[in-house]
Structure formats: structure tokens, C-alpha cells
T-cell receptor, first 107, second 115 residues
Framework: DAKTTQPTSMDCAEGRAANLPCNHS???????VYWYRQIHSQGPQYIIH???NNETNEMASLIITEDRKSSTLILPHATLRDTAVYYC????????FGQGTELSVKP | NAGVTQTPKFQVLKTGQSMTLQCAQD?????MSWYRQDPGMGLRLIHY???????DQGEVPNGYNVSRSTTEDFPLRLLSAAPSQTSVYFC??????????????FGDGTRLSIL
């Protein structure tokens, strides 16, 4: 499974869009990009995933570059409850978690 | 909706004791897995299973055993607990779908302390 690189931490103002980047330059053609988040000490929560097309659901949007070497998770209107660690995972099978990005949404 | 149920939620063991962490899912998912999360760290994959009777090792399998006799259950066994196994343990499940492209559902975790 390809490795990912994410910033260690980010801040976002409440109500603004949160854009979380992820680099995955060694991604293979059959590997998906997944995003999960972990709020405090709860179990990780699935957010969204994609292969090569941009995806949107009720929680977020996922933008994957044309060469698939990077992606961005967008939370369109961040709230205080979105404060969490966000994990970008590239996989063709098992989920291997990295360190993630700690997003702090501030009032 | 029960989803993924882990028991117990908390456990304290003495070094050398054995125990089994239980994980059950009611979604008829083929894929199940166990992770551990140490303080301030990401999750690390211990063992996983793609169906009843099939298990495989993840990143950190040493000291742990698993079996998958039914689709619903995937217990994790610590044969001889060590302080280094103090951690939060998460179980997850997903369908296999048309490929390995199904999101995983996680339980609430078991917080295990070994003295």
C-alpha cells in the first residue's frame, strides 16, 4: 500500500471551509484514497473514499488530482464538532493508518 | 443498529494473565480486523480476516492470536499479557463488495491496562 504524507496539524475558523491535503505520490492504479477521522478517543469514523473521480457526500468532498498523486478533503462549513484527527489512507486492501492531521476548529 | 460491538469496554490485567477481547458485528460483513492504538499514535493493524476460517497477520501480530469460526465474531486473544500491550484496541468490519473498496465500521474500543 502506498504511503501518505499529511500535515501534522491545522486550524480552521468555525463556519469556514477546512481543506486537508494529502500527498500519495506512489499510489498504484488499483488503490483507493480513503479518509477517516477520529474524534477524541472514539473509534475512527469513515468520511469518504474515491478512486480517481472527485466525490461528494453529506459529510465532505474529496478532490483527487488528475495524476492521483495528491488529494484534498474538504469540509465545506466546519463546526466545532469537526475537531478531530483526520487520516488519509491509500489502499488496495488493508487499512494502514499513519499519524493523520489534527484539525482544530476554533470559534 | 448495533453495528460493531466490542466487549469489555475496560479491562485491567496482571502481567502473564490471558484474556479474550470480543468483537461481534451484525452487518454480515466478510472483512474484520483488529487494531491497537497507543497514546498519541495512529492505529496499527494486528490481525485481519476476509471470511470465516481465514485470518492473516497485520503490522504488529506478535503476542496476539485470532480465529474466525463465524462471520459475526472475531475474538482477539492475548495469551500472556505484557505491559507493552497496554493500549486501546479497536475492531472493525466491512463488506468486500466488488473489491476491497468498502468503508470499514469501527467499534468503540476496549481500553486495556496491563500492570
Amino acid at each position: 500500500d502506498a504511503k501518505t504524507t499529511q500535515p501534522t496539524s491545522m486550524d480552521c475558523a468555525e463556519g469556514r471551509a477546512a481543506n486537508l491535503p494529502c500527498n500519495h505520490s506512489t499510489i498504484s492504479g488499483n488503490e483507493y484514497v480513503y479518509w477517516y477521522r477520529q474524534i477524541h478517543s472514539q473509534g475512527p469514523q469513515y468520511i469518504i473514499h474515491g478512486l480517481k473521480n472527485n466525490e461528494t457526500n453529506e459529510m465532505a468532498s474529496l478532490i483527487i488530482t488528475e495524476d492521483r498523486k495528491s488529494s484534498t478533503l474538504i469540509l465545506p462549513h466546519a463546526t466545532l464538532r469537526d475537531t478531530a484527527v483526520y487520516y488519509c489512507i491509500v489502499t488496495g486492501g488493508k487499512l494502514i493508518f499513519g499519524q493523520g492531521t489534527e484539525l482544530s476548529v476554533k470559534p | 443498529n448495533a453495528g460493531v460491538t466490542q466487549t469489555p469496554k475496560f479491562q485491567v490485567l496482571k502481567t502473564g494473565q490471558s484474556m479474550t477481547l470480543q468483537c461481534a458485528q451484525d452487518m454480515n460483513h466478510e472483512y474484520m480486523s483488529w487494531y491497537r492504538q497507543d497514546p498519541g499514535m495512529g492505529l496499527r493493524l494486528i490481525h485481519y480476516s476476509v471470511g470465516a476460517g481465514i485470518t492473516d497477520q497485520g503490522e504488529v501480530p506478535n503476542g496476539y492470536n485470532v480465529s474466525r469460526s463465524t462471520t459475526e465474531d472475531f475474538p482477539l486473544r492475548l495469551l500472556s499479557a505484557a505491559p507493552s500491550q497496554t493500549s486501546v484496541y479497536f475492531c472493525a468490519s466491512s463488506g468486500l463488495g466488488t473489491g476491497i473498496d468498502q468503508p470499514q465500521h469501527f467499534g468503540d474500543g476496549t481500553r486495556l491496562s496491563i500492570l
